[in-house]
Each structure stands twice: as C-alpha cells, then as structure tokens.
T-cell receptor, first 111, second 113 residues
Framework: QKEVEQNSGPLSVPEGAIASLNCTYS??????FFWYRQYSGKSPELIMS????GDKEDGRFTAQLNKASQYVSLLIRDSQPSDSATYLC???????????FGTGTRLTIIP | DADVTQTPRNRITKTGKRIMLECSQT?????MYWYRQDPGLGLQLIYY???????NKGEISDGYSVSRQAQAKFSLSLESAIPNQTALYFC????????????FGSGTRLTVV
C-alpha cells in the first residue's frame, strides 16, 4: 500500500464549479501535508500547506485535513481553465526531512 | 536565471553507459533532493542531502549514486544505465525553516535505449 493515495482521475469539472481533490495517507505520524500543482511538461509548484486539523483557505483554494480519518483534500472554488493540471498530494515526516508524494490527480476544467 | 537549474534538459543514452545529471541552485538552500517521475507512479525519492557531508538514500536508490560537490551543487549518476531508468528526473531544494516548500528544477528527461 502506498503511503499516500490519490485517485488518478482524470477529474473533469465545468468552469465555475467546485473541484474537489482527495488524498489519504497511511502514516499516522505524518505532521504536515502539501498540495503541489504540476502543469503538463512543467515542474511541480507548491500551492497549499496544512499542518492542523480543519480548513485552511487561500484565495480560491481550501485545504482540509482530518487526521483521525487520515485524509486531506483540496477544494478549488470557481474553477478556471487555468486550473487544469495534475495535483500532487504530499506528506512530510517530522521536521519535513523528506516529502512522500502521491501519484497525482489530473484535473481538467471544461469551459 | 532559474533558481534551480538542471542539465541536461533532455538526454538519450545507451544501455550500460554512465551518465551524470547535474543540479545547481542559487536559493541558498541547504537541502537538496533528487526525484524521478514515471507516469502513474508519481514522484519517487532517489537521494537527498541536507549538507555536503549528509547524504541519504531515498525509496529507490539502487542503480544511482550522488555527489554533493558544494552547497549549491548536487549531481545524480547512473553508473550503468538500463532502460527502466527512462524517466523524468527532478532536482529540488528546500530551506530548513520552510522545509516542505520545495523549489523544483525544470527536470531532465532521460531516455535509455
């Protein structure tokens, strides 16, 4: 079992709708979680980090963490075509010595 | 100039050849990483280094070696390339104070024939 699981998609969402991306993890000792966005042919870039249970909002993005259920999610409100990308979930060990990435979910926003 | 520079961008090599991928950074970060990305498998950690004298194996280090020549330079070598090492390779850096925020290089697409 991979440490970080994501639905590979593709996930298609109409423009303007809410895109919901989910990730589950197996290591209960994980302290921190990250969402990276990767456009086709490009390198990943960090868009959200979350360390505590609950929600964290940044513009159109909301990260949600539930440590009891071992899942983390990313909501994208008012989805735009420019949000079409692969989204990688990552977990950090204590001190973030290294990140373990999921396989990514490919998101397509349909105009 | 890019903060994290990888060379070469693309490389085709033959089975059995030794090849080196290079990474240099101007971020001033202590931590450097090498990942490979394969379709459907995500990013897998090959090696990571926290300073010149601290090098650690990742999940898939077999068949690879690394050298941290300086704080800013971290090279990945394939001693004897094999076709299943065909992949997209990324170098990344991070700062201890914000260690989950990786800055990735543009990647090296390696094909072993």
């Amino acid at each position: 079992q991979k440490e970080v699981e994501q639905n590979s998609g593709p996930l298609s969402v109409p423009e303007g709708a809410i895109a919901s991306l989910n990730c589950t993890y197996s290591d209960r000792g994980s302290q921190s979680f990250f969402w990276y966005r990767q456009y086709s042919g490009k390198s990943p870039e960090l868009i959200m980090s979350i360390y505590s249970n609950g929600d964290k909002e940044d513009g159109r993005f909301t990260a949600q963490l539930n440590k009891a259920s071992q899942y983390v999610s990313l909501l994208i409100r008012d989805s735009q075509p420019s949000d079409s990308a692969t989204y990688l979930c990552a977990q950090g060990t204590f001190g973030n010595e290294k990140l373990t990435f999921g396989t990514g979910t490919r998101l397509t926003i349909i105009p | 100039d890019a903060d994290v520079t990888q060379t070469p961008r693309n490389r085709i090599t033959k089975t059995g050849k030794r090849i080196m991928l290079e990474c240099s950074q101007t971020k001033g970060h202590d931590r450097m990483y090498w990942y490979r990305q394969d379709p459907g498998l995500g990013l897998q950690l090959i090696y990571y280094s926290f300073d010149v004298k601290d090098i650690n194996k990742g999940e898939i280090s077999d068949g690879y070696s690394v050298s941290r020549q300086a704080q800013a330079k971290f090279s990945l070598s394939l001693e004897s390339a094999i076709p299943n090492q065909t992949a997209l390779y990324f170098c990344a850096t991070s700062d201890e104070g914000d260690s989950g925020r990786y800055t990735f290089g543009s990647g090296t697409r390696l094909t072993v024939v």
